[in-house]
Structure formats: structure tokens, C-alpha cells
């Protein structure tokens, strides 16, 4: 199983609570960025997660709507490989990353 390391550059939705008038200027957002590993990627979304345990359940999940995806970059790839089931009970489920070069 590879795992993907993503950095997603999107637009946030935001609210002012305050009353303004049509003459005031209308401030643009700046798009912000998440940084995950990649779980999901649908017609309608984007899910990364920030966890990814030996049994390759993951925790922490968040969901951007693709309609405000401005980029996504992958910066890292691995390869999934679980570790020797001998080891110490301390070490036993660790997941070893083998480095890929993109």
C-alpha cells in the first residue's frame, strides 16, 4: 500500500458578523493550507487524515469540498509495510516507511 503526504492549498468559507455597507470594499480570502496524508478522493471530496495506525485504520479525518481546492502537491509517497510480528511487544504493529523518490 503506498500512502501519499498531501498539501492542500483551498478557500475556507468565512463569516463577518458585523452589518456593512455596499460602498465598504469587499475583502478576498486568502486560500489556506493542510497538510495530511491522503485517505480519500471522490467526486466531491478530498479526505486526509493525520494518523495512519499498523492496521492501516486511520484517525483524525478532514474533508475539503473539491469546488474549493485551489492545488494539491504530494511532497511524500511510502511504501506500507508492517513489521516482523517477533519483535518486542513495545515494537510489535510499528509500520516501517520505505522512501520513495517522486
Not at 36 to 46: C, D, P, S, W, Y
Not at 69 to 86: C, G
Request: charged fraction near 30%.
Amino acid at each position: 500500500m503506498k500512502l501519499k503526504v498531501v498539501l492542500i492549498e483551498w478557500y475556507d468559507a468565512a463569516s463577518v458578523n458585523e452589518w456593512k455597507t455596499p460602498e465598504e470594499p469587499f475583502v478576498e480570502r486568502e486560500p489556506v493550507i493542510t497538510a495530511g496524508i491522503l485517505v480519500a478522493k471522490t467526486k466531491r471530496e478530498v479526505v486526509v487524515c493525520t494518523a495512519v495506525s499498523y492496521d492501516r485504520a486511520y484517525a483524525s479525518d478532514f474533508a475539503i469540498p473539491l469546488g474549493c481546492i485551489k492545488s494539491i502537491r504530494t511532497i511524500h509517497t511510502a511504501d506500507w509495510k508492517i513489521r516482523d510480528r517477533k519483535q518486542s511487544k513495545m515494537k510489535r504493529g510499528m509500520v516501517r516507511w520505505k522512501c520513495a523518490k517522486e
